[in-house]
């Protein structure tokens, strides 16, 4: 089984800030396998990136994905109001898909 | 608009039966992976499996292989999670999942249900 460890668990920023969320894997993702979700309080998560960097459909350009082999990258480059939530790496190349534990992005 | 509806919540009591739904429209069902992942309160995504409604090929984690059953009627466009004898455990979110494309078995989550709330309790 592939465990993801996602850092920090908890990241206090401001609107208009850089946010950089890591997702590491315990072993190689085959061919950046590796997805991105939003998850906001009372809803179903979101797809943000699929592929370590390419964005979902109707995905604003100031999420972007980077990273490969074991370590990947989430980073909202100026950050928004709706922004704040929390998100989770996924990685879908092994016969055993697994979730990150989330990382919680909070309003300073 | 393609989209996946989900049946209501639920309030089971220990060793009862369930089984809970996921209506595909919008899309070609037969041509999707469709699968389920959980989340308990408060708790992370935990992913259960994906079925193949065109020819009903189906995968589990390990985690829930012999704990829950998958199916799909393709004629109805319809997915499926039911359990046999639910524990007070099983208690969580469900959330029915689609492949964002129609290709293999590995692929992103690109669409999700509204979830289902199980409640297992005596």
């Known amino acids: 089984e592939i465990v993801l460890t996602q850092s920090p668990g908890t990241l206090s920023l401001s609107p208009g800030e850089r946010a950089t969320l890591s997702c590491r894997a315990s072993?190689?993702?085959?061919?950046?396998?590796l997805a991105w979700y939003q998850q906001k309080p009372g809803q179903a998560p979101r797809l943000l990136i699929y592929g370590a960097s390419s964005r979902a459909t109707g995905i604003p350009d100031r999420f972007s994905g980077s990273g490969s082999g074991t370590d990947f990258t989430l980073t909202i480059s100026r950050l928004e109001p709706e922004d704040f939530a929390v998100y989770y790496c996924?990685?879908?190349?092994?016969?055993?898909?697994?979730f990150g534990q989330g990382t919680k992005l909070e309003i300073k | 608009e393609v989209q996946l509806v989900q049946s209501g919540a639920e309030v089971k009591k220990p060793g009862e039966s369930l089984k809970i739904s996921c209506k595909g429209s919008g899309y070609s069902f037969t041509n999707y992976w469709i699968g389920w992942v959980r989340q308990m309160s408060g708790k992370g995504l935990e992913w259960m499996g994906i079925i193949y409604p065109g020819d009903s090929d189906t995968r589990y984690s390990p985690s829930f292989q012999g704990q829950v059953t998958i199916s799909a009627d393709k004629s109805i466009s319809t997915a499926y999670l039911q359990w046999s004898s639910l524990k007070a455990s099983d208690t969580a979110m469900y959330y029915c999942?689609?492949?964002?494309?129609?290709?293999?078995?590995?692929?992103?989550?690109?669409?999700w249900g509204q979830g289902t709330m199980v409640t297992v309790s005596s």
């Open positions: 999942v689609r492949h964002k494309m129609s290709a293999g078995p590995y692929d992103a989550f690109g669409i």
């Open positions: 072993q190689s993702v085959s061919s950046s396998y």
């Open positions: 996924q990685q879908y190349g092994s016969s055993r898909r697994t």
